[in-house]
């Protein structure tokens, strides 16, 4: 099985480290798309968007998007966002796609929601390496070059609200979230090691907060009420 994740233009403005204007996207229907709400919307009171969605360097399909209903009525590009940052996109039904839509099953969306400790594997086009400067406990982020990266994290918290949960993450090679990755999944079931293991999206990249010393990356969660 092949992670079918595909890159499109962010409409976030707000973040410092807003590089390449890359989100991420899932095939989780026929001609549907999960990805992050700040990503296919910013005009309070406005309906998303239409998003250009590219899988690799020679399609663009356009698709509609659809966000929370709270979401959609308020600004949350900016940091922390609102907790239900994602949004289902659908493809236009008649138009020509890729092979590799044709050819691949979406993925499994897991409802269950997610407990501390949890093991996970997160995906996305955002930067590849980061480092903390040991002198001034700052994050510096390496460059993103628009490749799928995937990396295991491990839940360190989850909201009461079970809308959102966290990883942590302390030393370079641990996973973080970057500028890029923003509506990418996390899985349960897969590792590094055991791509091929079954899996489900449980979660969705929204936002990461670097903190001196430290990078807590925030998701907003599938298993919801509200979701």
């Known amino acids: ?30 001609h549907v798309f999960l990805t992050a709400a700040h990503c296919v919307h910013r005009r309070p ?12 360097s020679s399609w663009d399909l356009k698709f509609a998007c659809s966000v929370d209903a709270v979401y959609a009525s308020e600004f949350h590009t ?4 609102h907790e ?25 969306i ?7 400790g949890d093991q996970l594997l997160g995906a996305g ?3 590849i390496s ?3 400067d040991p002198a001034t406990g700052r994050v510096e982020y390496g460059p993103v070059k628009r490749v799928l990266a995937v990396g295991d994290f491990k839940v360190a918290e989850a909201a009461a609200s079970a809308d959102a949960f966290f990883s942590l993450a ?8 970057c500028a890029g990755d923003s509506g990418g999944p996390a899985f349960r079931g897969p590792t590094v090691a055991q791509l091929g293991a079954p899996r489900r999206i449980t979660g969705v990249a929204s936002y990461v907060e670097p903190r001196t010393h430290i990078v807590r990356s925030r998701f907003a969660s599938l298993g919801s009420a509200r979701f």
């Not at 595909?6 to 229907?29: E, F, K, W, Y």
């Not at 900016?78 to 966002?81: D, I, K």
């Not at 994602?86 to 979406?106: F, H, K, M, V």
């Open 1 to 30: 099985p092949i992670f079918l994740v595909a890159s499109l233009p962010s409409l976030d403005t707000s973040s410092a480290d807003r590089r390449d204007g890359t989100c991420t996207a899932v095939q989780v229907g026929r």
């Open 45 to 56: 009171g406005r309906t998303p968007d239409p998003i250009r969605l590219r899988i690799g």
């Open 78 to 81: 900016e940091v922390p966002r």
């Open 84 to 108: 239900a940052d994602y949004a289902l996109c659908a493809i236009d039904p008649l138009a020509r796609r890729p092979e590799i839509l044709e050819s691949s099953a979406p993925e499994t």
């Open 110 to 116: 897991d409802l269950d929601g997610v407990s501390p």
């Open 125 to 127: 086009y955002g930067c």
């Open 130 to 132: 980061w480092s903390i």
């Open 170 to 177: 302390d030393a370079a090679g641990q996973s973080a979230l």
